[in-house]
Structures are given as C-alpha cells and as structure tokens.
T-cell receptor, first 116, second 108 residues
Framework: DTGVSQDPRHKITKRGQNVTFRCDPI?????LYWYRQTLGQGPEFLTY????????KSRLLSDRFSAERPKGSFSTLEIQRTEQGDSAMYLC??????????????FGPGTRLTVL | GQNIDQPTEMTATEGAIVQINCTYQ??????LFWYQQHAGEAPTFLSY????GLEEKGRFSSFLSRSKGYSYLLLKELQMKDSASYLC?????????FGAGTTVTVRA
C-alpha cells in the first residue's frame, strides 16, 4: 500500500502523560499536514511542512504540541502533559509539489487518541 | 476568520438524488474541495472547484459560485455505500478549512 500511513492507529493514555504519533506520507510528497478532528466536526488544521521546514502552525497548537519532520520524509507529532481535551482523531495528509496549489491532500487513516 | 456552513444531516432513498449545500466566508480562497468520510476512516477526495461552474465525475457533481460563496455536491443514483459524512473544505494558500460535515443516510 503506497498511501499515507499513521502509527499507532489507537492510543489510550492517562492525563499528564506524553504521547508521540508518526506519519509516513506518500513517497515523494514534499508537503505534509497535521489536522485534528473531534466527533461531529470537520478536521481542523494544526501545522504544515514543506520538506523539513515547518511553515505554518495553527493557534490551536499550544506549547504542549510539537511537530517535526527531520529529514523531509516521515513526521512526528508529540503532545506533552496530555489533557482530556486532547482526545481526538489526529489526521496526517500529504500532497505533491508538482501541479501547484491545486493538488489534493491525501489523508492517512488517523490516530485516535483517548486521554483518560 | 473562516466560516463554512453545511447541513448536519440528510436522508435519502436508494437510487435518489441528494444535494448538499455549502456556504463559506473565508479570508482567502484558492479552491473548494469535497471529501467523503466513512465513520472511523480517513477523508477521501471527491471533487475540486476553483472556477465557477459545474464539475462532473461519474455519479458525483460539484458546483461553485465564488461571488455567492456557495457550493453544492450532487450525488446521483444513490447507493447504500454512499452513506457517509461529506465534508466541504476551502483552501487558503495550502491550508484546508473544513465545514463540520453533512451525514448522509441512504435508506433502502
């Protein structure tokens, strides 16, 4: 399967713990995005990478959230000191560079986080 | 700011046609996307409009009026597998802003 992959698919943690999610984009896609989706809502933009550079971060992304894409391939999203309000589906998407701004974003299956 | 509105739920009969409306007020506009999302799964791309008018792809069509801040997704010949959430999303630069989604239930 050459689609976007995310790991783990599900994560249950206790409040106050740190969690890290991984996203592997489609090969050769240089743009990578993180979104968060809560029940009954559409995905909300969190952050965006072009290659290894993080070009935009949403105001939704508090200081407890950090994302990296060290070699311009896979990305990690870390949440420190998790809170119950962090419970959500975390979606990763990627898009290719060629074709300009019209390119659709391909979404991964998501990581469902439950904070107890 | 971004304001994207679409109905919460719609129900239709197998074989029928359903139209899902989306209105938007956004700080920037580089195109409008429609995605389909089955429960617990990732959104999958359905259609894209950047110019005014109708785009047709098989049983799905999407329309855009930029002056009115309005789009619709038309689903024809509904099948049971079309039961899903349909997300309207506006692109501003490279970022997508999504509506809350419209849950479509197809009944036999």
């Amino acid at each position: 399967d050459t689609g976007v992959s995310q790991d783990p698919r599900h994560k249950i943690t206790k409040r106050g713990q740190n969690v890290t999610f991984r996203c592997d984009p489609i090969s050769e896609h240089n743009r990578l995005y993180w979104y968060r989706q809560t029940l009954g809502q559409g995905p909300e933009f969190l952050t965006y990478f072009q290659n290894e550079a993080q070009l935009e971060k949403s105001r939704l992304l508090s200081d407890r959230f950090s994302a990296e894409r060290p070699k311009g391939s896979f990305s990690t999203l870390e949440i420190q000191r998790t809170e119950q309000g962090d419970s959500a589906m975390y979606l990763c998407a990627s898009s290719p560079r060629t074709g300009g701004i019209d390119n659709e974003q391909f979404f991964g299956p998501g990581t469902r986080l439950t904070v107890l | 700011g971004q304001n994207i509105d679409q109905p919460t739920e719609m129900t239709a009969t197998e074989g029928a046609i359903v139209q899902i409306n989306c209105t938007y007020q956004t700080s920037g506009f580089n195109g409008l996307f429609w995605y389909q999302q089955h429960a617990g799964e990732a959104p999958t791309f359905l259609s894209y409009n950047v110019l005014d008018g109708l785009e047709e792809k098989g049983r799905f069509s999407s329309f855009l009026s930029r002056s009115k801040g309005y789009s619709y997704l038309l689903l024809k010949e509904l099948q049971m597998k079309d039961s899903a959430s349909y997300l309207c999303a506006v692109r501003n630069d490279y970022k997508l802003s999504f509506g809350a989604g419209t849950t479509v239930t197809v009944r036999a």
